[in-house]
């Protein structure tokens, strides 16, 4: 938003670098006596500009021209689905955190996965503090090589493996494989790095310890394998 | 390696101890030149006689006005002038170098003669204690930031963010706490922010004064710790061209810059003169011993222009100058949450490190800063003048961040601060012993951001309105001693637009008032013993920043929320500076003891953990305490003999949170710089020919606050420097070389108040050559 003062132009007149001044001045013709008026009455015009010329006040502007911008970086939701590949039956993880980082406390919420099934698990990243919601998944799309996913479940009987690769057929974590055994109590935790070094010892392969990066997303969910 | 350079040193100053006590040859190759001139018109004051009186040595003014004392012995000296039909007139001189003065003679039979040093100060500052940077200082950190040229005085320290980012610290106090005056003017450039360095061409001023102490009466709000003056360069007064060029290698960065200035005055028109400089640097990536501190280089350019108009009775000026920079932040600085910054720690080296370039790519930074100043003096009699400044500056701001679906070509930070200030005073004289100013200021200023960021702003639009009034009366009283008394009272007010997270529109308005008060004395004991005292109080309003923060702070890896419920901070800061020589003058020493109480001392409290998408980050309250801060600058100097001296700095200081009684964070550890320098005044055509050795020890920062930091403060560090410096005189011109190197064993270290010592160790070795050429003749 623009702001100006009219003062603004009225220095910009008195630059002192103005080459036409300095030739003037240069010619010696005028009289020191001269020259030390015309001073005084330009500064006098400077300083008068500043007194009276005060700076107009349009309607506050200070206050936001608009609402502010929509953050089109936050994600507020990520959405687990896990599909059993028989059943075609989703159960599905999510995490929201409408207002973002900071303010109200995020919601967290889980089913129960049955045992020893076999699934499909999909990711999908939502902003929907926008109206309408922002699909961020479709960002990540774009650039897959620079982002990867990472799994690591704690007590739980619960197995991911990555099910697509980027162009340089390297796992990225949207979609995956999952497979779950007998019952059991514990956590999985979903990371998304940006920027990982996916050539990096073991990342392929899901593990994150090599993998570097910054993390875009580091959620912990509760999981009951009943 | 410590040890035996700290013994070293030890040693040293012990020799230099026991020979300085018996040494026979005394250092007296000082030299006191100058020119004596009539103010009035210009002429030059031949037949002036300058006497010493102490020294029992004269000169009579060539026919050019020239004068020169030769081989003077350090100490303070009487200087008495007298010219034909004029009273002799007396003014005290500490002469510790040879130094060149242009003295002007006010020359009318029927007003009161008076001896007028052209280098006029802002202000007197009288009690507090306070160092001048000059030019020759100065240049031997060409190239480098203001911080890094600021600390080369005690009690200065910096407040980094990678290589690239420094903030000057004074008694650790920095950023809001400190006042820095650009050409006179409240430099307003964002400095709220740790990683907002201050946008200041460091090659637009040739002298830079620190004033350590509490200075509001004087300066105004945010005057608590201390205030940093770049002081206007004085503009040529006769006809004649001259100029300087100076150029800068560096190596660690493999960059350089250089610099441009043209002045001169008119012929015909005396008492009028202008000056025009240009700067520019380019480094690229810095180098740690090891690897390289990826994406951090830097782009500065800066322009100044200055013309002015100067008689007996009316002095104007005109200033502008532009200054521009573009700098990186450490690439393996960038995380996105508390597991990225443990891996960072727990790696010890950066996670990113690519091959050198000069590229500069997200997370990066750029910054624009425009000054206007006018100003105007008018002398209503011989001792009464009015003087009236205004400026306009504006600040733009953007910072990139790492983005997704190509956006990190967008800037995630775009802020515009504008700001007027303006001030009138009277200075006035009643009489001999009582004399002073008074004065009003004024600040109008408004801080936009520019929309189209897609973020949420980190600060909200704000106008800002501040008006004061000001007194200070300085009393002479008698030939030693000298008090100066001062008050002011200032009224600000805030009118904040923001919107919340729901999207209603907030228009909070805040109002704040507040008084300083001051007292200080200069006390000259004797000749070779100096006092300054000084007790003076300083606030500081709340700024926007910590009033209306709200959400995650990428760089800190934290969550802060401000609160507008916080007061302005109030300080109370007492100074004792004692300047000393010893055995002629051979020995000096200069000691400042300080203590400051801070009542609604403003910080981050942690306040337990919030989750995120991205995890959970820690919760840092804005909240407020009272805090004491107190320490020691020491300074000692020894000329050993005519060629050989050592000089050493040590500061010392203590922060304590009194409300919760622990140590405060981020306080500078205990530091000291000892120099060995070789110096010859003169051989052949080579002068000020100067070789020296430095050995700067940081000792570890044991008093912290527990659980603010991420990692435990890193260990102490010793870096070893070298230095040579040498001029030739060509006829009119003159040319000054002089290298300069630091962290000569490439040593790895880290420092504690870096605050990306979490990602990568402080820069390896760095050599760097500059040279300074003038020509025509500096009058």
């Known amino acids: 938003m623009e702001w100006t003062c009219p003062f603004g132009s009225g220095l910009a007149s008195a630059d002192p670098v103005d080459p036409r001044v300095v030739r003037e001045l240069a010619s010696g013709t005028k009289e020191r006596r001269n020259f030390a008026r015309t001073m005084k009455q330009l500064i006098l015009v400077l300083f008068v500009a500043i007194t009276f010329a005060s700076c107009k006040k349009d309607d506050d502007p200070i206050v936001p021209v608009q609402p502010p911008a929509n953050e089109e970086e936050v994600i507020t939701t990520l959405v687990l689905t896990f599909t059993d590949i028989d059943s075609f039956e989703d159960h599905v993880f999510r995490f929201t955190d409408l207002d973002g980082d900071g303010g109200n406390a995020p919601v967290i919420e889980v089913e129960d996965l049955p045992g020893n099934r076999d699934f499909a698990v999909f990711i999908s990243l939502l902003n929907e503090s926008v109206s309408p919601t922002q699909n961020i998944t479709t960002q990540i799309e774009d650039e897959l090589e620079q982002h990867q996913f990472f799994f690591q479940t704690v007590g739980v009987n619960l197995t991911m493996s990555y099910g697509d690769e980027d162009a340089n057929l390297q796992p990225v974590g949207l979609i995956n494989n999952s497979m779950t055994l007998s019952p059991s109590t514990g956590t999985l935790k979903v990371t998304l790095r940006h920027n990982p070094d996916k050539s990096a010892s073991g990342v392929s392969s899901g593990d994150i310890t090599n993998a570097g990066g910054d993390t875009d997303i580091e959620v912990t969910f509760p999981v009951v394998i009943i | ?779």
């Open chain 2, 1 to 779: 390696m410590l040890k035996p350079w700290l013994l070293g040193c030890l040693f040293l100053l012990i020799i230099s101890f026991t020979t300085g006590v018996q040494g026979q040859d005394v250092i007296c190759e000082l030299d006191f030149t100058g020119t004596v001139t009539d103010e009035h018109d210009g002429t030059p004051l031949s037949y002036a006689n300058v006497l010493l009186v102490e020294a029992e040595r004269s000169a009579i003014a060539d026919v050019d006005g020239y004068f020169s004392i030769t081989d003077l012995c350090p100490g303070t000296f009487t200087l008495r002038v007298a010219h034909l039909g004029c009273e002799p007139i007396e003014r005290q001189l500490v002469l510790l170098k040879s130094i060149r003065m242009d003295l002007f003679l006010e020359h009318h039979s029927e007003e009161l003669h008076d001896l007028e040093v052209i280098r006029e100060r802002p202000d007197e500052n009288v009690g507090q204690p306070n160092t001048e940077l000059d030019k020759h200082t100065m240049e031997k950190s060409t190239g480098r930031s203001i911080a890094e040229v600021l600390a080369a005085v005690p009690g200065v320290t910096i407040l980094s963010t990678g290589p690239t980012i420094g903030k000057p610290m004074i008694h650790g106090l920095s950023g809001n706490r400190i006042l820095m005056l650009n050409q006179g003017i409240r430099q307003e450039d964002q400095q709220w922010g740790t990683e907002h360095a201050p946008n200041l061409d460091p090659f637009s001023s040739d002298r830079i004064t620190v004033v350590k102490g509490a200075a509001s009466v004087q300066y105004g709000s945010d005057a608590i710790g201390g205030v940093i003056i770049t002081e206007p360069v004085d503009l040529p007064r006769t006809a004649g061209i001259n100029g300087e060029l100076r150029g800068v290698g560096i190596l660690n960065g493999r960059g350089g810059g250089g610099n441009a200035m043209l002045q001169g005055g008119l012929k015909g028109l005396r008492g009028f003169g202008w000056r025009v400089q240009g700067s520019g640097k380019l480094v690229g990536d810095s180098e740690a011993p090891g690897y390289t501190l990826s994406n951090t280089g830097t782009r500065e350019q800066g322009a100044s222009a200055t013309m002015g108009y100067r008689d007996l009775r009316f002095r104007s000026t005109l200033y502008f100058s532009w200054f521009q920079r573009e700098l990186g932040i450490l690439r393996a600085s960038h995380i996105g949450n508390l597991t990225d910054l443990d891996n960072a720690i727990s790696t010890g080296t950066p996670w990113y490190v690519a091959d050198f370039t000069y590229d500069i790519d997200a997370p990066r930074q750029t910054s624009d800063h425009l000054l206007a100043k006018a100003e105007m003096d008018y002398a209503l009699t011989e001792r009464n003048r009015i003087v009236v400044t205004y400026a306009y500056q504006t600040d733009s701001r953007k910072e990139y961040d790492i983005r997704r679906g190509g956006r990190s070509a967008l800037p995630a930070l775009d802020i515009g601060l504008t700001t007027h200030t303006a001030d009138a005073s009277f200075k006035h004289w009643i009489g001999k012993h009582i004399h002073g100013r008074a004065g009003l200021s004024g600040l109008f200023q408004r801080n936009i951001n520019e929309p189209g960021t897609g973020i949420r702003p980190l600060i909200p639009n704000y106008q800002k309105e501040s008006g004061g009034v000001y007194l200070i009366e300085h009393l002479p009283l008698g030939d030693r001693l000298e008090l100066e008394a001062g008050a002011r009272l200032e009224n600000t007010s805030l009118r904040i637009a923001k919107y919340d997270v729901s999207g209603t529109l907030l228009q909070p308005e805040l109002e704040y008032t507040n008084h300083a008060l001051g007292i200080g004395a200069n006390w000259s004991i004797k000749d070779s013993l100096n006092v300054r005292f000084n007790i003076s109080t300083a606030y500081r309003p709340p700024h926007v920043s910590e009033l209306y923060s709200e959400g995650l702070h990428h760089g800190a890896a934290a969550i802060e929320v401000g609160n507008d419920q916080l007061d302005s901070e109030r300080s109370l800061k007492g100074t004792i500076d004692i300047e000393a020589l010893w055995f002629k003058g051979r020995l000096r020493t200069d000691l400042t003891f300080y203590t400051d109480k801070i009542g609604n001392y403003i910080y981050l409290r942690p306040a337990g953990q919030q989750l995120t998408i991205r995890g959970a980050f820690p919760v840092f309250n804005y909240v407020s305490t009272d805090a004491l801060l107190y320490g020691l600058d020491a300074t000692l100097q020894v000329a050993v003999t005519s060629r050989w001296s050592v000089r050493s700095r040590t500061s010392i200081v203590r922060g304590r949170d009194l409300g919760m009684d622990l140590w405060l964070f981020q306080i500078p550890s205990d530091r000291t710089e000892t120099t060995l320098l070789y110096t010859i005044v003169k051989t052949g055509n080579w002068r000020e020919i100067e070789l020296g050795f430095t050995s700067n020890y940081v000792a570890q920062q044991r008093r912290i606050p527990p659980g603010l930091d991420y990692a435990p403060p890193p260990g102490s560090y010793h870096l070893m420097g070298f230095q040579a410096s040498v001029t030739r005189k060509l006829r009119n011109n003159e040319v000054r070389i002089g290298l300069q190197a630091s962290n000569l064993f490439n040593t790895t270290y880290r420092d504690y108040m870096d605050r990306f010592r979490y990602y990568a160790a402080a820069r390896g070795m760095d050599v760097s050559l500059w040279v300074r050429f003038g020509f025509g003749r500096p009058r």
